[in-house]
């Protein structure tokens, strides 16, 4: 198997992976970027983003990912395509096995693979992607001012969103599985106190219907075994809020990571436990998610690991 060195390895895209990039070319550490199973990561299934600073007027989730992408290259960056199919991080250099076939050998690593969005695995949440179905409330409930929308979930997420969507939307309906909800007791009474937002309990949402987006629901009710109710609920936008899985499979063996399988990082800096080693973007962040604190950690990153290659340097 062919072995290539590089000083700077960037495993994933999106705002984290290209702002790292961006950083790091500019520092001169000549990155080398694969993109991944996603290219541009999850903004490229979003239609418009309203909330990064720098676009006024707003901007498509492809656009604005080519333009991060337009700007790694302008400063040197070596982004190719490829997937991170096994790594061995018990020294250094770090190696990385992309495809299957080829080994990278790291000086340092940065792990920038994101979380990918759980979903009900309905065809229909395939079919309106970006057409009123969407994985994030704060991304794009802007677009459902007093408009209808159904949350999926019975999670302290799946309350949280359902609140903050009750500020926007005229209407908010949590589609909960169980008769009862899981969050935590303070996340259920926000819940019940919103006026707003009515939860429906013991429902399974079996498809989405609409012509050229989501108009509805398909709504099953359990009413007792083995009776149940099925109905068709109208809404302008289907939120999932049922979790997200960190992609972290290949690095589990060496990295420190939290019992959902997020890196774990120290002190508030992309520090993972193994020196070298960086985790940037949601791949280390549960809680907020978003691009603009993605691309903040991947400029982070990017910076920790020109003082850890000075420092090495120096200690030659």
Request: proline share 4%; aromatic share 8%; charged share 25%.
């Amino acid at each position: 198997m062919n072995t290539e060195n590089v000083k700077c390895l960037i495993i994933g895209s999106g705002p984290a992976g290209y702002t790292a990039a961006i950083y790091a070319s500019r520092a001169n550490l000549d990155p080398v970027l694969y993109e991944g199973i996603a290219p541009g990561g999850q903004l490229t299934a979003t239609t418009d983003v309203e909330n990064f600073p720098g676009y006024p007027e707003g901007v498509d989730g492809v656009t604005m990912m080519e333009d991060f992408r337009k700007q790694a290259v302008r400063f040197g960056t070596d982004i190719r395509r490829g997937v991170a199919t096994d790594a061995d991080l018990s020294s250094q250099p770090f190696k990385i096995t992309i495809d299957g076939e080829k080994t990278v050998a790291a000086e340092t690593l940065i792990i920038a693979t994101g979380a990918t969005a759980k979903y009900l695995g309905l065809p229909d949440e395939k079919k309106y992607a970006g057409m009123g179905v969407s994985a994030c409330a704060t991304c794009d409930g802007f677009f459902y001012r007093k408009k209808v929308v159904a949350v999926v979930g019975g999670g302290d997420t799946a309350c949280e969103e359902a609140v903050y969507l009750s500020t926007l939307a005229r209407q908010v309906y949590l589609i909960v599985r169980k008769p009862c909800l899981r969050a935590s007791k303070i996340m259920q009474e926000k819940v019940f106190k919103t006026g707003n937002i009515e939860v429906l309990f013991e429902h399974n949402a079996t498809g989405l219907f609409g012509e050229k987006g989501v108009e509805g629901v398909h709504l099953v009710r359990r009413m007792g075994e083995p009776d149940e109710e099925k109905y068709d609920l109208a809404i302008d936008g289907f939120f999932l809020a049922i979790g997200h899985t960190p992609n972290t499979d290949i690095f589990r063996k060496w990295i420190t990571v939290d019992e959902r399988g997020y890196i774990i990082t120290r002190n508030g800096k992309p520090l993972t436990n193994i020196e070298g080693v960086f985790a940037a973007g949601d791949v280390a962040d549960p809680d907020y998610r978003q691009a603009i604190t993605a691309a903040a950690s991947g400029c982070k990153a990017a910076l920790e690991a020109e003082r850890f290659l000075s420092c090495k340097a120096t200690r030659h």
